[in-house]
């Protein structure tokens, strides 16, 4: 089945068909990986990476990050990276400076979910975003992320700002305790990588999304997050 697959694939490849970046990459995969379907580790790599650019730019830990990278694997698009650094190329990833741009990038990665899901951005000094982390439990109306993830998430990737998304499938667009409980995770934890947190928004529908900072809630979050809290909740751990 493999077989057939890849032969096309190598059909449009020499036909100069216009190749989805997931195709371009699943192809070159085929030379590392010759026995195994590489389309959904292409996807993998994208959904974390965002772009074809980011991936080969990403560091031989991070690629390891994505379930069915190993170490060979790695090292081929590292190599892959350089050879196109060289060569020139260019790649430009989502920008996230409005919330219009937030609310059009959200619609199209959380429409027609299923299942709750959460969602970490992390975007440069230029609000580009260079890394998607996506966390779900598999389940309709909750979703939870281990700490430790997103800790070691942030120390892989150091990110300039971080804008958090999720979507809620039962009820409104409006924030739960939980949801609240979350953004103050999360605002800790940049606190202590020297992140900004510059939104949280919850998605039910194109037309329903709540914004924590739109809403002024965020500057509240970060006024309970601030150092001083955090100093004091440390103090009750010893």
Same mark, same amino acid.
């Given at each position: 089945?493999?077989?057939?697959?890849?032969?096309?694939?190598?059909? !449009?490849?020499?036909?100069?068909?216009?190749?989805?970046?997931?195709?371009?990459?699943?192809?070159?995969?085929?030379?590392?990986?010759?026995?195994?379907?590489?389309? %959904?580790?292409?996807?993998?790599? +994208?959904?974390? @990476? $965002?772009?074809?650019?980011?991936?080969?730019?990403?560091?031989?830990? #991070? +690629?390891? #990050? $994505?379930?069915? $990278?190993?170490?060979?694997?790695?090292?081929?698009? !590292?190599?892959?990276?350089?050879?196109?650094?060289?060569?020139?190329?260019?790649?430009?990833? %989502?920008?996230?400076?409005?919330?219009?741009?937030?609310?059009?990038?959200?619609?199209?990665?959380?429409?027609?979910?299923?299942?709750?899901?959460?969602?970490?951005?992390?975007?440069? !000094?230029?609000?580009r975003v260079q890394r998607i982390f996506t966390y779900t439990s598999a389940e309709k109306s909750r979703v939870s992320v281990k700490i430790d993830e997103i800790v070691r998430s942030f120390a892989l990737f150091r990110p300039y700002g $971080?804008?958090?998304?999720?979507?809620?499938?039962?009820?409104?667009?409006?924030?739960?305790?939980?949801?609240?409980? @979350?953004?103050?995770?999360?605002? @800790?934890?940049?606190?202590?990588?020297?992140?900004?947190?510059?939104?949280? +928004?919850?998605?039910?529908?194109?037309?329903?999304?709540?914004?924590?900072?739109?809403?002024?809630?965020?500057?509240?979050?970060?006024? @309970?997050?601030?150092?001083?809290?955090?100093?004091?909740?440390?103090?009750?751990?010893?």
């Open positions: 089945m493999h077989e057939g697959h890849r032969h096309r694939m190598y059909e !449009k490849l020499n036909n100069g068909d216009d190749l989805f970046d997931h195709e371009v990459l699943e192809i070159l995969l085929y030379s590392v990986c010759p026995r195994v379907n590489t389309n %959904p580790l292409a996807h993998a790599l +994208l959904d974390r @990476f $965002v772009t074809l650019n980011e991936v080969f730019n990403a560091s031989i830990d #991070e +690629l390891k #990050e $994505v379930d069915g $990278v190993g170490e060979s694997v790695a090292r081929f698009i !590292k190599a892959v990276g350089q050879c196109a650094e060289r060569a020139g190329n260019i790649g430009n990833s %989502p920008t996230l400076k409005t919330l219009g741009d937030c609310n059009r990038f959200i619609d199209l990665r959380l429409r027609g979910k299923s299942e709750e899901f959460i969602e970490l951005y992390f975007l440069n !000094k230029a609000n $971080v804008i958090i998304a999720h979507n809620h499938i039962d009820g409104t667009e409006n924030p739960s305790g939980y949801d609240d409980d @979350f953004t103050c995770t999360v605002q @800790f934890i940049c606190n202590l990588n020297g992140a900004k947190l510059l939104d949280h +928004l919850i998605y039910k529908n194109k037309d329903k999304i709540y914004s924590y900072n739109a809403c002024g809630r965020l500057d509240r979050v970060k006024s @309970f997050c601030s150092w001083d809290t955090f100093e004091k909740w440390i103090k009750t751990l010893n």
